[in-house]
């Protein structure tokens, strides 16, 4: 007997019906590649599978919640140990979710939420989307200290979670500031084209020297529209301030040439904390919380970011 059958058997003696990591597989529903973000979660994920020995079948729904859908269909009729599903949008997950629970597959949410009933899911592993959006307001209503300023938005992908919470955590944190106003909103689609697109139909519209400051609901879309701020003929940074999320590479190089000023980091290592609580269930039955939360930290010009960027560079972003 090989010593991965023997403490097989000896896991199956204690508890029937559990699965060791090494023997486990799992299929990955992957929205796409929008942001460098998305890219890095898609690396650590690998990685994280490979070290614990699972068997990792990964598919990209480039963006479409239908190939996603279809996705699940798949690893459901290919019988996988779980399912991992970063969720393109919250709604209408809740017909292929029934599927995967009629099959006694757990499905692990990583990154976003959906608007389903919460016993169609083992657990959710995300930040505090909300908050993220209230530390940028809370951010740019200090940098401000009651200066007027009017701002526009850049949106995450129309329905998604994470462009639903983070619109209204900035809202409430920039409450009550008389001296702020939000005059243009539009989606960028968490990408770095859409970014610089819609930062140039904004410019356009309202003419650069009176837009103060950028909140961009992920730094790709920050990215772009430095790109557009410049070819205007403006500073960013300086002649409009930039708050974004996910603290990617290219935003702490951005921050340490002052082309940017804030960003609230995003871990990109959702399947660390995911693969662990389906290991402890799928061993032994342990239920792990119903929301795993993940850290969310404010990175301004007053830290090292050039020492960030050069830390998280070679990480798969
Ligand atoms: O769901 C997380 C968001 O999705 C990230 O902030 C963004 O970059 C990504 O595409």
Redesign the pocket.
Known sequence: MTLKATLLASVLVLSPGALLAADMTIGFSQ?GS??G??AAETTVTRQEAESRGIELKFADAQQKQENQIKAIRGFIAQGVDAILL?PVVATGWDEVLEEAKDAEIPVVLL??TVDAPEDLYLTAVTSDLVHEGRVAGEWLAKEMAGEDCRIVELQ?TTG?S?AIDRKKGFEEGIAGQDNLEIVRSQTGD?TRAQGKVVMESFLKAEGGDTICALYA????MAVGAIQAIKEAGLKPGEDIKIVA??AVPDAHLAIANGEMNATIE?TPNMAGPALDALEAYLANGTEPAKWIQTESKLYTAADDNQAVYEEKKNLGY
């Open positions: 929205i929008e942001s973000w998305r970063a990154d976003r995450g998604s994470p968490f609901h992920n730094d790709d999320i996910d995003l």
